[in-house]
């Protein structure tokens, strides 16, 4: 069984960058729930069709179709040797629904991006510039490192009392930089 890793982060810490050439690296899927919901949608499964309702109409998509999603993209031949999940869960309550879906162990630990929060705005509005979206300015992200804070950074504690390891990586310099401090980590855990 090969590694089998949840990626961690507040906004703008390099996870989308970092997760990509991490799983490349480990030979694993990398599972993003985000890519996933608009495969589903493309596709035209039955959870695509679900999700595109939901999201047409403005509102999140519920956590047990989330979960069902991961579950049915763990259960496929190439997370067989592991994965690399980003973006789910993003609070305790989807913690505890995957654990109860794909049963203890699923886990073997979470890799914790680490950034300075001034950074972290600065890149933001970087990228924000860079792809031209005007709604994002610093008070909305402000509001997601703040929504980072309450909802998933709570994960931190409740992994370590389930069994998972966390561990931080800095993920303060260059994509090489980084990635050579998450290969050293994974060594050394």
Sequence with gaps: MGR???????????????????????????????????????????????????????????????????????????????????????????????????GTGALEMALLLEADEEELVGRLLQRALDEGREDDNETTIRNRLQVYRDETEPLVGYYPENDVSVVAVDGMGTIEEVFARMMTALVDN
């Design 4 to 102: 089998r890793i949840l990626f961690l982060g507040p906004p703008g810490a390099g996870k989308g960058t970092q997760a990509e050439r991490l799983a490349r690296a480990l030979g694993v899927p990398h599972i993003s729930t985000g890519v996933m919901l608009r495969d589903n949608v493309t596709r035209g499964t039955d959870l695509g069709k679900k999700a595109q309702a939901i999201m047409a109409a403005g509102d999140l998509v519920p956590d047990d179709l989330v979960v069902a999603m991961v579950k049915d993209r763990l259960a496929q031949d190439d997370a067989a040797c592991g994965y690399l999940l980003d973006g789910f869960p993003r609070n305790v309550v989807q913690a505890r629904a995957l654990d109860e879906a794909i």
